[in-house]
């Protein structure tokens, strides 16, 4: 919804590092209502890199609405690129509402 700047490309869920420094990264999925499925996960990844995941695996009711975030701070460089990806299950999480992903500069490399 905010793009400040177009590092985020929405076409391939893909935000590339334009200006160095410490970021704050996070990312929320929801798996589909009604779906019976074991598991949902996925990861946020930087250059190709999984560093964070999100995953739920339902003990009793698999047809629930769950949703998972996770969020950290990283110093990215320059072109570096982040995305949400490597999912379990994917076509099992909703692809345009109940998911988000985040990125804000904290502090620019001096």
């Known amino acids: 919804m905010v793009n400040e700047g177009g590092d985020y490309n929405s076409s391939t869920g893909v935000f590339t590092c334009r200006i160095p ?17 074991d598991f949902v996960s996925c990861h946020v990844m930087i250059n190709g890199i999984g560093k964070l995941i999100m995953y739920t695996d339902p003990a009793t009711d698999e047809t629930a609405v769950y949703s ?4 950290a701070g990283f ?3 320059l072109g570096d690129r982040v995305q949400v990806g490597r999912c379990g299950n994917p076509d099992h999480i909703y692809s345009t ?4 992903f985040s990125g804000i500069l904290i ?3 001096v």
């Open 21 to 37: 420094g410490q970021y704050w990264i996070a990312a929320t999925i929801t798996k589909v209502a009604g779906d019976n499925v």
């Open 68 to 71: 998972m975030s996770a969020s």
């Open 75 to 77: 110093r990215l460089r």
């Open 97 to 100: 509402v109940a998911t988000f």
């Open 107 to 109: 502090k620019p490399d």
